[in-house]
């Protein structure tokens, strides 16, 4: 071959390549004039098929999310008398860029579009320009009559109906496909969920917390009835930065604390490893290995167990849980459905984060809820479990009428116990500021330390109470959580679960349980003083 052979043919495929390049840019070019920029066919063009969603409804069939009749509008360029005036008055009146319309008026479309899905007042004030050239095809518009009050649930969907998140994209499905006129009713109520994000709100600003929320669960059939995350878009001063729409309670992972020691006392009593009698040495700590183990308030010498459960001892749980040991606990936690993800009908869930090894210290600070992270949702579903006779439940945000309760996970005495236990934390321990006379509650509070640069930091918590009422015959569940609140002169600068979320905890409750018909007074479990 010719020494000038390999150069030529290598020039040849650079110009080639040049070419193609050239090539891609132009359609690349196009693709996103296209994208920013669409537009109809020219004469052919016709409106878009309408498709319209079912409407989204609470259990009182109060009305969430609907399709509305709206029009998208379109401008025939060569129809416009005066282009540029055209642009600067159709930009004023729908909100669309006044250079984009300029530069697309100017072109050689047949057909522009001004404006998706034009709102009933914004196309009032089209028509009154009286501009030759203008088009309206009939389009479908999602509308939120109770606002953002459960935004982070219901949900959201783009401009074309699809579901983007929460139960509009969970049940895109089930939505679109609807006949006219349906609807699909959810377990949510809305006066409950107006009263949970009120009051976690207060809270949070009465603490100057950094974020908080909240759920209520019915514990015999799963049902979310409400599900708050704070802030949202509604909170004075909040930015999308802060990600408004984010859904703490259940895409978010969190080491939560001494609320996880309602487990540790349920394998307990499930495993007739202690008599909630029996003592345990408390003092100073509990020495595992090169760790102690101690406790945010100063604790007697000894304590019983009931009362390491109702007071919060980390000392004493730690001791507790290894009775049982890893491999136990571990399948005790699985049982309940911890250790994995638990799906719902929104696609947001997080899996649990978990030790790579789970040995004796593991367990130990395990056992009070540290070194395990849980999302609230996954965390909410397990103590139901725990409270409504041992029966497994599947978290759902759609209503239903019948008890769900499925499989036993637990023995309904090792459930009555737990019950009578998290009445004590109430009259005589931790919760008593969650107290609601009438309404018998029971819960357990949870102060978590937060991990920063590898180490946990005693003054920055992550502070929850779970209660449950009536608890004589459990019906509901009440979550909530701040994220670092700060002590104030009425709690003597105290930031402890016990002075912040529980009392949270206790206004929800009475502002609640008048909305679903609870009885005001009832039985109270007595003390139980041995296993099951």
Not at 311 to 338: H, K, W
Request: proline share 7%; charged share 20%; hydrophobic share 40%.
């Amino acid at each position: 071959m010719h020494p000038a052979g390999p150069a030529l043919t290598h020039r040849r495929i650079t110009i080639a390549a040049a070419l193609s390049i050239v090539a891609f840019a132009i359609l690349g070019l196009r693709l996103l004039d296209l994208t920013i920029f669409p537009e109809p066919p020219d004469k052919d063009f016709k409106p878009r098929p309408l498709v319209t969603r079912a409407d989204l409804v609470d259990r009182n069939g109060e009305l969430l999310a609907r399709d509305l009749p709206v029009h998208d509008l379109y401008a025939q360029p060569a129809e416009l008398r005066d282009r540029k005036a055209a642009a600067h008055e159709l930009a004023l009146a729908t909100g669309a860029s006044q250079v984009r319309l300029e530069r697309l008026f100017t072109g050689k479309h047949k057909y522009v579009l001004v404006y998706r899905q034009l709102a009933p007042e914004a196309e009032a004030t089209v028509r009154k320009l009286d501009i030759a050239g203008l088009e309206y095809a009939p389009a479908m518009k999602r509308y939120y009559p109770k606002g953002l009050a459960a935004v982070q649930v219901i949900g959201s969907t783009d401009i074309d109906g699809n579901g983007l998140s929460g139960l509009e994209y969970g049940l895109n499905s089930r939505l679109e496909h609807a006949s006219p006129g349906s609807q699909v009713v959810l377990s949510l109520d809305m006066r409950v969920q107006f009263a949970l994000k009120h009051e976690v709100e207060a809270a949070r600003e009465e603490f100057s917390a950094r974020a908080g929320g909240g759920i209520v669960m019915n514990v015999d059939t799963g049902e979310i009835l409400a599900m708050a995350s704070l802030p949202d878009a509604e909170t004075p001063g909040v930015t999308e930065a802060a990600n408004p729409r984010r859904n703490r309670m259940a895409e978010d992972d969190y080491e939560l604390g001494s609320v996880f020691k309602i487990f540790s006392f349920a394998m307990a009593m499930q495993d007739h490893t202690i008599t909630l009698d029996r003592s345990f040495p408390i003092g100073k700590g509990f020495k595992i290995g090169k760790y102690l183990i101690g406790d945010a308030e100063k604790m007697p010498d000894t304590l019983k167990a009931e009362d390491i459960f109702a007071l919060s001892s980390n000392a004493g749980t730690a001791q507790i849980v290894l009775l049982s040991g890893p491999d136990r606990q571990r399948a005790f936690l699985n049982s309940l459905g911890l250790l994995a993800r638990r799906p719902t009908e929104i696609p947001e869930s997080a899996a649990p984060l978990l030790p790579r090894y789970w040995g004796q210290i593991q367990t130990a600070t395990i056992g009070f809820g540290h070194g395990i992270s849980v999302s609230p949702l996954s965390f909410v579903t397990a103590a139901a479990v725990v409270v409504n006779g041992g029966r497994w439940i599947e978290p759902t945000f759609l209503k239903h009428t019948a008890d769900a309760r499925g499989r036993q996970v637990i023995s309904p005495a090792t459930s009555e116990i737990m019950r009578s236990l998290l009445r004590y934390v109430v009259t005589n321990g931790t919760g008593k500021k969650a107290d609601v006379p009438g309404y018998d509650v029971g819960g357990k509070t949870g102060s978590a330390e937060k991990a920063a640069n590898g180490r946990y930091v005693a003054h920055r918590l992550l502070t929850s109470f779970c209660a449950v009422f009536p608890i004589s015959n459990p019906r509901y569940l009440v979550f909530v959580m701040l994220d670092e609140p700060h002590g104030t002169k009425e709690t003597g600068g105290w930031a402890l679960a016990g002075y912040t979320a529980a009392p949270l905890a206790g206004r929800v409750i009475a502002r609640i349980a008048p909305m679903l018909g609870m009885p005001a007074s009832g039985p109270v479990l007595a003390e139980v003083k041995s296993n099951p």
